[in-house]
């Protein structure tokens, strides 16, 4: 027992986590024959129905991204039909994990332009929630904004960053600054707010409720606001974080985040569903939806 224990610690797994996959970069093959037709059923029912509910509401760089990518409804897209296109754009390709992966792993990959995508699919009876991305939030979700250069680039950033905050021990930081850009980020265009985050669009529920419910604040993107903003895991998020062009991350790709990590070290933290009157305040909400609901706040 006590060498196996230590077998364990030696790859940096929790006793009892998931076992390392075969490769040390936890990378899997697809193993796209094996997709059952009950699979690509829910593929096909996740789609369409974003497909009804995203025109007017998803940004234009996801709508041109998704556009150009061998991404339908009848199947669940190829991994190396993805990374063929992506890598021509933007020089990134997809790469299949059994599912969440440890941090270091993560952020390798993503430093080198791998985007790891969880294989599997959720079941029939999870089409509105599962705890874990599957390959409809991670391709659907987040490959067709890998193919804009500037997210592209912030997202490499991102897993240099993170590479960096863990040995800083910032990461909490660093992943609330993901949490409210790539995961659930809205972008103000000309003709009215979009999403660009990969967990709103790739959710027919919080497709809805980030932009069209009276409930969650909407705030300007401040770097060192989010940076001290808890968020949920387990529900709609409470405040949505607004860039007034997806052009900011490309700034943010290339700031030094170490004074802004030594300014918010110990300074006040915030509930996801404060408002500050320093806030750009783009529509204050109810919070009618979490009043409802009030649980335990997590991260
Ligand atoms: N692993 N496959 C996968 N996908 C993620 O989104 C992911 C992960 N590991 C760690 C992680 N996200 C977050 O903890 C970091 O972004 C902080
Ligand atoms: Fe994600």
Known sequence: MLQQLKETAKHGLAAGAEQPPGRPDWTIDQGW??????????????FERQGRLLPGRACDEFVRGMNDLPIGADRIPDFEELSEALMKRTGWQVVAVPGLVPDDVFF?????????????????????????????HDVFGH???????VIADYIQAYGHGGLR???????????????YTVEFGLVQQPDGLRIYGAGIVSSATETVFSLGDPSPNRVRFDLERVMRTRYRIDDFQETYFVLGHLDE????????????YERVAGAAEYEPGQVLDTDGVVSRGTGQYHAARRTGVAA
């Open 249 to 260: 991350l490309l700034e943010l790709a290339h700031i030094d985040f170490a004074p802004h």
């Open 108 to 136: 390798e990959h993503l430093a080198n332009r791998r985007f790891p995508a969880g294989h599997f699919i959720r079941k029939p009876e999870q089409l509105d929630y599962l705890e874990e991305p599957d390959v409809f």
């Open 165 to 179: 905050a863990r040995k800083l021990g910032v990461l909490e930081n660093l992943a609330r600054v993901y949490w």
């Open 33 to 46: 024959a094996n997709y059952t037709a009950q699979d690509h059923a829910v593929w096909k029912t996740l």
């Open 143 to 149: 490959v067709p904004m890998l193919m804009n250069p």
